[in-house]
């Protein structure tokens, strides 16, 4: 009896939800975009730090808005001496250990900027993924207002260096304390474990006002929510006074920054926590004023809540006002591209004493598709490789010289590496977008010639080609050259009109 044969393993590729691949263009037009952020950052006088991916999960804490999910939101594993590390799901909270491990040698305030990658354990969907990066910046060792101030000036001179044109974007900000204001008035500041999961479930729902409107944000306030894919969302349970209160707040915003406080002070008169956010506001906005940064670039917006817990006192979000369509094909603003604020409590966990912090963070995934809906993006497109083809395998060493030779010129080239033969090298070359094919067989070399195809001018001749010899001998925009005068001669074709960008 014959032994049945074993079905051989085969793993289907494919992406777990809410993760991405990332093609040539965008690596490259977004590095354009970081490289323009960071030259503003830079401008302010930030510094660059780097952090690792992993971090121990003590030193992250549990500040999360998504807790329901696996890991309280976080991937995390263990290490082989039994401790835990998550991946980060910030840049914030390893900057906080950072400072707290090197708190003596660092110049105080310590002001970094990073960009990097985060991963949040929460459930993906369209536009949220579950991992992405973030370019941020922060000031550590300052409790003055000035350094709010300034990052959502910086903030918004980001925006405007990127071609976002004003009218475009707006820097909303919010304070937690006027918010924490609210909450004494329904009495929901108590340090018992109900109150502080009640609070979380009340500074989500706020903070999906955009998204769902007061309606929306009432269900989640009150018994839950539905949404349209049939998943429930628990509310805060509160009563109905308690809800009409915290709509109240959110809906208080008005057309200038100094009548949205006055409104904000009605609400919240005679909370010491929320009028000391109030005075706070207050400060930041004379800053700004002064600095020519009226309500179209930094408004506040009582709507702005962040749903990290750590944040403990100004907070603020980068928002795009233009319309694109949604999925069903309705306007709606592009929204937020990021966010941030004070979180004066993060770096006190690791060092006992209240050290004051400020930062922004911007989502550059979100940012960069804003971009591209705009049409701003400002990397110009890398010209493909020249290619050199092999016609004789002896000779390779031969073509990488000529690619070499190009290449110290500054001239992208590349040696095919492939085992196919003429016509499936000039196809490779037009997939590529080559610009240019170099060809040296036995004939050239007899003579110590190189022929150079232009496949912008010619870019149908190799659709109409049957074999090698008829390509070799094609004459459509072809040239043959002394060996000696193939970079001064692919020099002077590539700067012709119809080679530039």
């Known amino acids: 009896m014959s032994k049945k044969k074993q079905k051989t393993f085969r793993p289907k590729a494919r992406l777990p939800r809410g993760f991405g691949d990332v093609n040539a263009h965008e690596v490259r037009t977004m590095a354009a975009m970081i490289k323009t952020i960071g030259e503003v950052y830079e401008l302010y006088g930030f510094e660059p730090l780097e952090t690792p991916a992993l971090e121990f999960a003590e030193c992250l804490g549990k500040f999360l808005p998504d807790a329901d999910r696996p890991n309280e939101g976080v991937f995390a594993l263990q290490d082989d001496d039994e401790q835990w590390m998550s991946l980060r799901y910030d840049l914030t909270a390893p900057t906080a250990r950072f400072v707290a491990e090197n708190y003596d040698a660092l110049a105080k305030p310590f002001r970094r900027y990073q960009t990097g990658t985060v991963w949040r354990n929460e459930k993906p969907g369209p536009g949220r993924f579950r991992q992405f990066v973030q370019f941020d910046a922060d000031t550590i ?38 918010l924490d204001g609210v909450l004494d008035k329904i009495n929901l500041l108590g340090d018992d474990e109900a109150s502080a999961a009640t609070r979380l479930t009340v500074m989500r729902a706020m903070d999906k006002l955009d998204r769902l409107g007061s309606d929306g944000v009432r269900l989640l306030l009150g018994e839950g929510r539905k949404d349209e894919s049939g998943d429930y969302t628990k509310g805060a349970q509160l009563d109905a006074a308690s809800i009409d209160k915290v709509i109240a707040f959110v809906e208080a915003g008005k057309d200038t920054n100094k009548a949205t406080l006055t409104a904000l002070a009605e609400l919240i008169a005679g909370s010491e926590i929320g009028e000391a956010g109030i005075a706070e506001l207050a400060e930041i906005d004379v800053l700004t004023s002064a600095a020519g940064y009226a309500e179209d670039r930094i408004c506040f917006d009582p709507s702005i809540v962040r749903g990290l817990g750590y944040y403990s006192g100004p907070v603020m979000e980068a928002e795009l006002t233009f319309e694109i369509k949604d999925e069903k094909g309705n306007l709606v603003r592009f929204g937020s591209v990021g966010g941030g604020g004070r979180y004066d409590g993060l770096v006190a966990r690791f060092k ?122 094609s004459q459509v925009a072809q040239i043959t050259i002394k060996s000696a005068d193939l970079v001064s001669k692919i020099q002077e074709i590539l700067a012709k009109p119809h080679h530039q960008h």
């Open 141 to 178: 060792g300052s409790a003055e207002m000035a350094a709010d101030a300034e990052l959502a000036m910086m903030w918004s001179d980001v925006m405007e260096k990127l071609d976002i044109a004003r009218g475009d974007y707006v820097i909303r900000m919010n304070n937690r304390k006027i």
């Open 352 to 473: 006992g004493i209240e050290i004051p912090a400020t930062g922004i963070s911007i989502g550059v995934s979100r940012l960069y598709a804003a971009l591209d809906k705009l049409g701003k993006h400002k990397a110009a497109s890398v010209r493909a490789p020249v290619i050199i083809t092999v016609m004789d395998k002896s000779e390779r060493a031969t073509y990488q010289q000529m690619a070499m030779d190009l290449r110290q010129a500054g001239i992208r080239a590349e040696v095919y590496m492939g085992s196919s033969g003429m016509k499936a090298q000039v196809k490779y070359a037009d997939k590529r977008g080559a610009p240019l094919v170099v060809i040296q067989g036995e004939d050239e070399r007899a003579n110590d010639e190189i022929t150079i195809k232009d496949l912008v001018v010619g870019s149908k001749a190799s659709k109409d080609i049957t074999d090698n010899e008829e390509w070799r001998t």
